[in-house]
Every structure is written in C-alpha cells, then in structure tokens.
C-alpha cells in the first residue's frame, strides 16, 4: 500500500501539447519532492517543497513548471517538451527538512512520460 | 559535497545465492542511511535504514549494519529468491542538506531458479 498517489501512471504528449502531472499524499508529510528518472542514468533531483515553500530548484529547464497548493498535492506542468524528457517522474514526500530529522522518503509509483 | 558509490550491476545469481551490494559514502554532516528497492514498473520503497553508527537495520531478510570508521553501509541476505530481482539504490540525507536525498546509481538484482 502506498501513501502517495501519482496520476497519471502513463502518458503520451507532443511536443507542442500541455499537461500535468498530479500527486497526492496522504501521510501528513510537510515535504514533497520531484524526481526524474532515465534510462541507464542517476535519479535526479528536480524540485523540493517544504512546507509548501519551493526550496530547490535543481537547475530544472522552465519548461517544468511545478505548482504546490497545499501539502498534500503537487502538480508538474508539462509544456514544449523534448524527446529526451522521456523518463519516469517520481514524486516523494517525506517529514520535513528545516534542520529537523528527515527521515525517509515515500515514494509514488511513477509517472512514466513519453514525448514524441 | 555528499556522494554515494555503489557497487556496479548487473548482479546475477541462482537463488538461495547469498547476496552482498557494496556501498559507500561520504557526507559532510551525520548520515542516515537508506537502501531502497525498485520492483520492475513500480517506484522505490524503502527497504531498511539506519540511523546511527554500528545500528543494523533489516527488513525481509535483507541486513546492513552503519560502520561510520569504514563509511560503509553493505547490503546483505543469506538467501535470495526469484522475487528479490529489482533494483536497489542506497542513499542518505543529513540535516544539513535542506531536504534533499543522496542516492546512488542502483544496482540491478536478477535472481534465476
């Protein structure tokens, strides 16, 4: 059983198109977090929030645009997307950072994104 | 900065083989350290941590024990099954590091009957 929900779990998009990817936890966790993850690479860090604050930007191109209404969702708007942004996106959340302990991170199951 | 190495895949072994993933680490803060487990079309889960220098953490079997004079945090299980075959990464987070995870690249378990 998982406490972070991402949907959707599958998406196909253009080039030109515009969509989001959404996720939800149900952990009372403070911290949501955006990771990328490509074939035959390291997982990359995209974005943190903390306490619904963006706190790293990890030199991610504009054309991920991340949205945090609350603590319990995050969004991450698509648009002009490149065949190489191909990659599953993994959100995660975890107790909050601020010099206080972290701990763990919980992970959704993955958006897995296809550009054509 | 802080890093963590891990041992290189892909790893192959017969089941009921004993299994060991080597990893290392360097941090500037005090570490707590993670493995976690990918299952093939899933995302990661956390599989054991430890906290605190000589603390073993286990889960399923699975053991790693912090050895902060060796920087090392090694995974291991005595006997694997076909239903271990994933991905394992092993990571870190310190209270200096304003929120964000280190990982390492993963290393690649295929467990054969």
């Known amino acids: 059983e998982t406490g972070v929900t991402q949907t959707p779990r599958h998406l196909v998009m253009g080039m030109t198109n515009k969509k989001s990817l959404k996720c939800e936890q149900h952990?009372?966790?403070?911290?949501m977090y955006w990771y990328k993850q490509s074939a035959k690479k390291p997982l990359e860090l995209m974005f943190v929030?903390?306490?619904?604050?963006?706190?790293e930007n990890n030199s991610v191109p504009s054309r991920f645009s991340p949205e945090c209404p609350n603590s319990s969702h995050l969004f991450l708007h698509l648009h002009t997307l490149q065949p190489e942004d191909s990659a599953l996106y993994l959100c995660?959340?975890?107790?909050?950072?601020?010099?206080?302990?972290?701990?763990?991170?919980?992970f959704g199951e993955g958006s897995r994104l296809t550009v054509l | 900065g802080d890093s963590v190495t891990q041992m290189e895949g892909p790893v192959t072994l017969s089941e009921e083989a004993f299994l060991t993933i080597n990893c290392t680490y360097t941090?500037?803060?005090?570490?707590?350290l993670f493995w976690y487990v990918q299952y093939p079309g899933e995302g990661l889960q956390l599989l054991l941590k430890?906290?605190?220098?000589?603390d073993k953490g286990s889960n399923k079997g699975f053991e790693a024990t912090y050895r902060k004079e060796t920087t090392s945090f090694h995974l291991e299980k005595g006997s694997v099954q076909v239903s271990d075959s994933a991905v394992y990464f092993c990571?870190?987070?310190?209270?200096?590091?304003?929120?964000?995870?280190?990982f390492g690249d993963g290393t690649t378990l295929t467990v054969k009957p």
């Open positions: 990571a870190l987070n310190t209270n200096t590091n304003a929120g964000k995870s280190t």
């Open positions: 941090a500037t803060g005090y570490p707590s």
């Open positions: 929030y903390n306490f619904k604050e963006q706190t």
């Open positions: 995660a959340s975890s107790h909050a950072g601020q010099g206080a302990f972290i701990g763990e991170l919980f």
């Open positions: 430890a906290t605190k220098a000589d």
């Open positions: 952990l009372g966790h403070n911290a």
